[in-house]
């Protein structure tokens, strides 16, 4: 009997622990968000509007570069994709 309930207090404590334990994302959903309007702007060829979200967020080009995915590529060739020729010369000048 004493086997039976050391086992039930043990299953439960594991199956609290498990549900109150946060799931960790690889990114968060403001995160996301925030590298979707990067990626717009610079989609949009606004060099203006990219400074600001980033002296906003407190992000560098140099950050941008390394560690943006927009639709699977850089943002350098992201902007050349859509022939951004002022936001890639923002890019490429970091």
């Known amino acids: 009997m004493k086997k039976l309930i050391c086992r039930a207090t043990f299953v439960f404590a594991m199956t ?11 990114i968060g959903k403001q995160s ?3 590298a979707g309007r990067l990626c717009e702007n610079i989609k949009s060829s606004s060099k203006f509007d990219l400074r600001r979200m980033l002296k906003k967020y407190r ?15 850089t943002p350098i060739e992201f902007a050349s ?4 020729k002022s936001t890639l010369g923002l890019l490429y000048n970091a």
């Open 32 to 34: 996301e968000q925030l």
């Open 16 to 26: 609290v622990g498990v549900v109150s334990t946060p799931v960790k994302a690889g």
């Open 59 to 73: 992000l560098s080009v140099r950050i941008i570069n390394n560690k943006l995915v927009c639709y699977g590529l």
């Open 81 to 84: 994709k859509h022939n951004n």
